[in-house]
Every structure is written in C-alpha cells, then in structure tokens.
Nanobody, 124 residues
C-alpha cells in the first residue's frame, strides 16, 4: 500500500501561483510514477501532469503546458506541482496518484493509489 497526502492548496487570484506537495509513505517511492489529476464540480477527473520514477520523463496536459511544472524528490518521498499564471478555469480539487506499472501516463485508470485531494480556487 502507498499512502498519499496532498497539501498546498488554497485560494489565489488569477495570475498568481501555488505549489502543491504530495507526500508518500508505505513503499519505495522511486518504484512509482506519479501523477496529478484534477476534478472540477460536475466534471470528470482529468489528467494534469505526470512524472516517471526517476524524473526523466514529464507529461503535461495541453491546458497547463508552460504554466505548471511537476518535480519529485525521491529522498523526501514527495512530488510537487508548481502552478504559475493560474486561471479561474484551474479551479478544482487536485489529486496526487501513484502507479507502479504505467504505459499510459494520461489515463487515470493506470494509477493504483490516490490521495484525498486538495482544493485549489482561483478567483478572477
């Protein structure tokens, strides 16, 4: 089992920045690719970004490219999401996810473990 705990969400004005963190425990962190997904009210949970086990590969949704950056620190068992130039449409609950055997980083079905989520609200 892998336990994931997100933090860093909050309320920010459009154009502002937030940094989300996801702390993992339970198993060897570097065995897992990590992803961030988000879900707005009334919408499906959607892919935001993902990072491979050692950080050599990063994937982004078109809607966040150039604004969001994913990174990980395997020594701290933590993955980060730096979000800049935030827009009201980025408002959602953001979830951290871990997967041990992923061939499609964009698919939420590939991830085995999920955090509880952290709310991000961007005001106009």
């Amino acid at each position: 089992q892998v336990q994931l705990v997100e933090s860093g969400g909050g309320l920010v004005q459009a154009g502002g920045s937030l940094r989300l963190s996801c702390a993992a425990s339970g198993r060897t962190f570097s065995n897992y690719a990590m992803g961030w997904f988000r879900q707005a009210p009334g919408k499906e949970r959607e892919f935001v970004t993902a990072i491979t086990r050692w950080g050599s590969g990063k994937y982004y949704a078109d809607s966040v490219k150039g604004r969001f950056t994913i990174s990980r620190d395997n020594a701290k068992n933590t993955v980060y999401l730096q979000m800049n130039s935030l827009k009201p449409e980025d408002t959602a609950v953001y979830y951290c996810a871990a997967g041990g055997n992923i061939y499609n980083y964009y698919s939420k079905g590939q991830y085995e473990y999920w955090g509880q989520g952290t709310q991000v609200t961007v005001s106009p």
